[in-house]
């Protein structure tokens, strides 16, 4: 998986995401408003600056790897993808909100849990402890270098 970039960082924010339909009801039944229902979602994520690596979308909830920046918080993240696509779906496909009772396609929740490209919680505990206790290396040196603050100048005192 590669970095991207913005002005100000280099990030890769991967995310492990699932949500339900409302009540868990198994609403997408048929190929096409599944196939659709991801059609959705993929275009939104993309039109927001997200990217899908996989995405699976069933009878009752929606499975998703996904990369979001850090200027976005993943809770505005989900809430577009589930507002985008749950306005999509009611538009092309009417009869759902009948099969739900409050109108709603999604429940309020859902699951995240980052996600990492081979480097665990483990290895980063590891990097952190052990950088701690070398110190900065000579290549760091020239970056940070170590400035000396200045001597305090002694007031003279004036005598009168």
């Known amino acids: 998986m590669k970095f991207h970039r913005s002005s100000h ?3 890769q924010c991967i995310y492990h995401l699932v949500w339900t339909t409302k009540y868990r009801k198994r609403v ?3 190929p096409h408003e ?3 229902c991801e059609y959705s979602i993929k ?3 993309e039109e927001f600056g997200m990217w899908i690596h996989e995405i699976e979308v069933d009878e009752d909830h929606v499975h998703m790897q996904i990369e979001i920046p850090p200027q976005r918080s993943v809770g505005s993240a989900v809430r577009i993808l589930k507002s985008v696509s749950a306005r999509w779906g009611f538009r092309r496909f009417p009869y759902l909100k009948k099969k739900l009772w409050a109108g709603e396609m999604w429940a309020d929740g859902y699951f995240v849990r980052t996600i990492g490209d081979e480097v665990t919680a483990a290895i980063v505990k590891r990097y952190i402890s052990e950088h701690a206790d070398k110190g900065l290396e000579p290549a760091q040196r020239e970056l940070f270098p170590i400035k000396e603050e200045p001597k305090k100048r002694r007031k003279l005192s004036r005598s009168r």
Do not use: G
């Open 9 to 11: 960082s280099v990030f």
């Open 28 to 30: 997408l039944t048929e």
């Open 34 to 36: 599944r196939e659709f």
């Open 43 to 45: 275009r939104a994520a």
